[in-house]
């Protein structure tokens, strides 16, 4: 079990394999900005998205560590790839040896639970990395909860590229996006409601919603991972009084943080400072 004082109030941590997780960050922070979180992008081990299951569970589960190390209580993992690939293991394998109190969350589920109110066909649309499409893990969630939708996959590698390269409001983002939405929607015509299943792709999505067909709804997942947050906050007010609440956010990136800090301008819109850790 790790070492710490149980009651002593932290941060709450939020993971992602890079920048996108800012996204969520983000929605967090606008709709309970009285916590603090510390915020880990392991850029150096970046991208996560066509690394096998083994690989991104060691990773994430070393984040979860370094999180449990700082006495972060909870932990959101703010990366579909790692949601997708290492949550179920970690919670369910991990943490009654590591520290049963402790609770890491993540991004697939609370998306999922929403996904119903919007459609009026039935059929869904998943744009994820590799990684996530291929785990199926929105469509099983989905099946879950909602058995009567249908889901289809499209996996997307060049996008977070395009994101993470500052191109994603650039002409040259035109191809690969049309080429996306015409590669799902010829899979299945019927699809009224996409999921963004990777926390990079908000930043294309003025891009997205001008290819898109009109009637076809985009969902982003801050916003609803945020609700969630909120709402597990209050059904466990054990776990609330364990956050801190002054307001602030740490950053830190297991790669460069200048570069870090540059690129977090793009998804937060402030300027901020980012610390170098190790994590492996």
């Known amino acids: 079990m790790i070492a710490g004082t149980e009651q ?8 992602d394999s890079g920048y996108g997780g800012l996204t969520v960050l983000s929605e967090i922070k606008s709709l309970l900005p009285q916590y603090d979180y510390m915020y880990l992008g392991d850029n150096a081990r970046a991208p996560y998205g066509n690394r096998s299951f083994e690989i991104v569970y060691q990773f994430t589960k070393d984040a979860v560590k370094w999180f449990f190390g700082q006495n972060c209580h909870l932990v959101i993992l703010a990366c579909n790839t790692a949601s997708a690939k290492a949550l179920r293991t970690i919670q369910q394998v991990d943490l009654p ?8 969350l993540g991004v697939i589920r609370p998306t999922v639970e ?24 929105y469509d099983i969630e989905i099946t879950k909860l909602h058995p009567h939708l249908k889901v289809t996959g499209e996996a997307c590698p060049i996008w977070v ?24 929607l010829k899979k299945d ?17 003025t891009k997205i919603k001008q290819f898109l067909p009109q009637g076809i709804q985009v969902i ?11 709402e597990y906050l209050q059904r466990h007010p054990e ?40 994590i492996d």
């Open 239 to 278: 776990m609330e009084k364990r956050c801190s609440k002054d307001g602030t956010v740490r950053y830190f990136t297991t790669d460069l943080p200048g570069k870090f800090a540059d690129m977090a301008s793009l998804f937060l819109k402030e300027n901020i400072e980012a610390q170098k850790i190790n």
């Open 220 to 230: 982003s997942q801050g916003k609803y991972v945020a609700e969630s947050l909120k």
């Open 97 to 104: 040896a590591m520290d049963p109190s402790r609770r890491v």
């Open 161 to 184: 590229p395009l994101v993470e390269n500052n191109e994603f409001d650039k002409p040259g983002a035109d191809y690969f996006v049309k080429q996306h939405i015409h590669n799902l």
């Open 114 to 137: 929403s996904v119903a109110g919007f459609t009026k066909t039935g059929h869904i649309g998943v744009f994820g990395t590799s990684g996530t499409i291929n785990s199926q893990s």
């Open 8 to 15: 002593q109030q932290s941060p709450i941590g939020i993971f």
């Open 189 to 205: 015509d019927k699809i009224d409601t996409i999921i963004l299943g990777c926390t990079h792709y908000p930043l294309l999505i």
